[in-house]
């Protein structure tokens, strides 16, 4: 066997996404057909097969998927000890190939390989159709989160859940209805319960999409201020940025970029707004990435400036300490302490507090000491 003829073909990978050359049979020039098993037919097996020339054409010539190509191979020492062995069967990968019986007509012979081909076609078709049919499979796929009651706009909810169903060609009323049920949460899932119950399955898509609008439509203003409002406190300054800008597409998907960027900006610390040119600011990116060269000082602010402000004012609490009035009134000087507590205060009853004596200042005392020595 100087030669084999090896047929190679683009189908689609386990993901169904991207697609992987295979070869699927191996010919002989007696037109003898062998058949590569399925689990061995990737290429990235056949390692002695993708050195040769002949393959990186094979390779340039698949464009689509299902396309095959039959390719004449001399058999090099490689090869050789590869598929075939020392008796000159067909092997590969430990285990000798089985042939692919052919039928004669009245034409002569006709191979089996192209019923062989439609039928694996028909396969991956079919397999490929059981994994749409599979709803789960699909919603794994969505890009959209589950909906909650907390939801502050069901319109674009629905609007995005509608284009996601048209993306995965889920066009009948029916299945977009029963795909919903996996995108409920919480609550939402006994309001769709209640609906099927209503409404049932079989009914317009329509009729599910304004009920489900009208259930869940928020007509207060609490999130919208919330969202408007929102401000930054603490942490990391991108943080900040991402959510309020969430909350803010949450509210209104259809508010233009522009304006995002005044919203999100109008929370930012007033040192930190300063710093940053309005101009230059075409999208959320550049602020996001503008805002993340401050993050320094906001650090710095928490950790010194701000400190050093909160002792500041505890000292101006100290400084605007008042004096006694009782101690102004009786002349016995300029005294800072609570006048509840003053020593000179004279009770109703013309008597002093005996507790009071017992916490006495050694200053009042000798205060009176000195008044009585004037006195004599």
Same mark, same amino acid.
């Given at each position: ?7 190679? +073909?683009? $189908? ?14 191996? !010919? ?36 689509? #998927? /299902? ?10 020492? *490689? ?6 062995? *020392?008796?000159? %069967? ?30 694996? +076609?028909?396969? =991956? ?36 859940? *509608?284009?996601?169903?048209? &993306? ?12 919903? &049920?996996?995108? $409920? ?9 209640? $609906? ?41 300054? @991108? ?11 949450? $509210? #209104?998907?259809?508010?233009? !970029?522009?304006?995002? @960027?005044?919203?999100?900006? +109008?929370?930012?610390?007033?040192? @930190? ?36 402000? *909160?002792?500041?004012? =505890? ?10 009035? !009782? ?7 300029? &005294? ?13 009853? %013309? ?7 017992? /916490?006495?200042?050694?200053?009042? =005392?000798?205060?009176?000491? %000195? ?6």
């Amino acid at each position: 066997m100087d030669q084999l003829r090896f047929e190679f +073909a683009l $189908m689609p990978a386990s993901d169904g996404k991207s697609n992987v050359c295979c070869v699927t049979s191996i !010919t002989t020039k007696d037109e003898k057909v062998f058949v590569i098993p399925e689990e061995l037919q990737s290429v990235s097996l056949h390692k002695e097969l993708i050195k040769t020339a002949a393959y990186n054409k094979v390779k340039n010539s698949l464009k689509k #998927r /299902h396309q095959t190509r039959k390719v004449w191979m001399t058999m090099s020492d *490689e090869l050789r000890k590869v598929y075939i062995d *020392e008796d000159g %069967n067909l092997q590969f990968g430990e285990q000798y190939l089985e042939e692919i019986e052919q039928k004669q007509t009245s034409g002569g012979l006709e191979k089996n390989t192209d019923s062989l081909e439609k039928l694996f +076609a028909k396969l =991956i078709e079919n397999t490929q159709d059981q994994k749409k049919q599979n709803l789960k499979y699909i919603a794994e796929k969505f890009v959209i989160e589950k909906f909650t009651s907390k939801n502050t706009n069901p319109n674009q909810w629905i609007d995005i859940f *509608e284009k996601e169903c048209l &993306r995965f060609d889920i066009l009948e009323d029916e299945k977009k209805i029963e795909i919903l &049920r996996l995108f $409920m949460d919480k609550s939402c899932v006994d309001w769709y319960s209640s $609906m099927i119950i209503k409404l049932t399955l079989n009914s317009d898509w329509q009729i599910w999409k304004n009920k489900f609008c009208e259930s869940f439509a928020n007509q207060g203003w609490n999130q919208v201020t919330y969202a408007l409002f929102f401000k930054y406190k603490d942490g990391s300054l @991108v943080d900040y940025a991402i959510k309020k800008e969430k909350l803010i597409l949450d $509210m #209104r998907r259809s508010i233009d !970029t522009g304006t995002l @960027v005044d919203l999100i900006a +109008a929370g930012l610390p007033g040192f @930190v707004r300063e710093k940053i040119n309005r101009e230059a600011m075409k999208d959320t990116v550049d602020l996001f990435n503008e805002v993340r060269k401050y993050e320094h000082l906001v650090n710095k602010n928490r950790n010194g400036v701000y400190r050093k402000f *909160e002792n500041q004012k =505890i000292n101006n609490k100290i400084e605007e300490r008042t004096p006694c009035k !009782t101690c102004e009134k009786l002349n016995k000087g300029t &005294r800072y302490h609570p006048e509840a507590a003053c020593w000179f205060k004279v009770k109703d009853d %013309n008597t002093f507090d005996r507790k009071s004596i017992r /916490h006495v200042n050694n200053s009042v =005392i000798e205060a009176e000491l %000195n008044e009585n020595e004037q006195k004599n």
